[in-house]
């Protein structure tokens, strides 16, 4: 029977400091081994075949979020993409 277990992380950072931990992600992404550790805890995370991702946005008044998730299935067969090409520019 598979395990469950959360990890949640909050913080406040600059953009550089968002910008190391969204590289660190990708290194470990493109190891396919992320490894999660903060205040005590730690997850390790393995994705593999198709991954579902997400990107929603938003503003409101002077407020802005942006959300990236990312969704899989362990050991799961891979699946079809079903959605088109994203682009992000700068």
Do not use: C, Y
């Not at 075949?49 to 409101?60: Q, V, Y």
């Not at 802005?64 to 992000?88: A, F, M, T």
């Amino acid at each position: 029977m598979a395990e469950n277990k959360d990890f949640f992380h909050e913080s406040v950072q600059d953009a550089s400091t968002i910008k190391d931990v969204l590289q660190a992600l990708q290194e470990a992404m493109e190891h396919r081994r992320i490894v999660l550790s903060a205040d005590g805890q730690e997850m390790v995370l393995t994705p593999d075949a198709l991954l579902h991702m997400s990107i929603k946005a938003r503003k409101k008044g002077t407020s802005n979020k942006l959300q990236i998730k990312i969704v899989w299935e362990d050991r799961g067969e891979g699946e079809e993409s079903r959605s088109g090409r994203l682009s992000i520019g700068s």
